[in-house]
C-alpha cells in the first residue's frame, strides 16, 4: 500500500542542499524546538493547573541541572554529527543525505528526541514545577515517537533499504544502551 506522505519525503529528501539553506533550517528548528516549544509546555503548565503540583525546589533544580544540560549536550552531540557525517540536519526540509550510525547513533536511533525530553523535563521543572516537566517530556514524548515509528523509520527504510533495517535490528529506540558493547 503506497502512502503518499512517505513519497513525498522521498522525493523531496532526494535534493542537494545549500550550506545556507541547511543553517536556516538549522536556526528554525532551534527556534521551534529550544524556545517556542517549551514557552507552550509552561503556558499548558500553567493552564492545565500542573504548575501548581509542586514538589521541593531542591528537587526541581535537580531535574533541572540534569535534565537541562544533558539533554543539551545530546541535542549538540546528534546535531553535530548530523552535519558533519550525514550532510544535513535535523529539520525535516533539510535531513541528513547518509545513513548515520555513529557518535551518538550508535547508543540510540532517536538521540536528539531524547536530549529534547530530557531538556523539556528540566525547563518544565526549572521554571514551573516538576508536574509541568514531566508532563511536557511525556506528552511530547507520545508524539515525537509516534511521528518517529510511523513516519520516519519508514521513510529512512524506504531510502536506505537493508542497512537501515540492520541498524534498527540492533539499536534502541530511544533509551540507551550504554552497558552494550558496539
Request: proline residues 6%.
Amino acid at each position: 500500500m503506497k502512502n503518499p506522505v512517505i513519497d513525498w519525503l522521498l522525493q523531496f529528501n532526494q535534493r542537494k542542499f545549500s550550506t545556507t539553506y541547511k543553517l536556516a533550517s538549522l536556526l528554525g528548528g532551534m527556534l521551534v524546538f529550544l524556545i517556542i516549544i517549551p514557552f507552550l509546555i509552561l503556558y499548558v503548565g500553567t493552564w492545565s493547573g500542573l504548575a501548581q503540583i509542586t514538589g521541593p525546589r531542591w528537587l526541581e533544580l535537580c531535574l533541572a541541572l540534569v535534565g537541562m544540560p544533558v539533554g543539551l549536550f545530546f541535542l549538540t552531540w546528534s546535531t553535530w554529527t548530523q552535519w558533519q557525517r550525514g550532510e544535513g540536519t535535523p529539520a525535516l526540509n533539510a535531513p541528513p543525505q547518509k545513513l548515520i550510525i555513529s557518535g551518538p547513533y550508535c547508543w540510540c536511533r532517536n538521540p536528539i528526541e531524547l536530549g529534547a525530553l530530557l531538556y523539556y523535563l528540566g525547563m518544565g521543572a526549572l521554571l514551573q514545577s516538576w508536574a509541568t516537566g514531566v508532563m511536557g517530556m511525556v506528552v511530547l514524548g507520545i508524539l515525537g515517537s509516534s511521528y518517529h515509528k510511523f513516519v520516519e523509520e519508514k521513510e529512512l527504510a524506504a531510502r536506505f533499504g537493508q542497512d537501515y533495517l540492520e541498524y534498527r535490528r540492533t539499536t534502541p529506540f530511544l533509551i540507551p544502551w550504554f552497558w552494550k558493547k558496539k
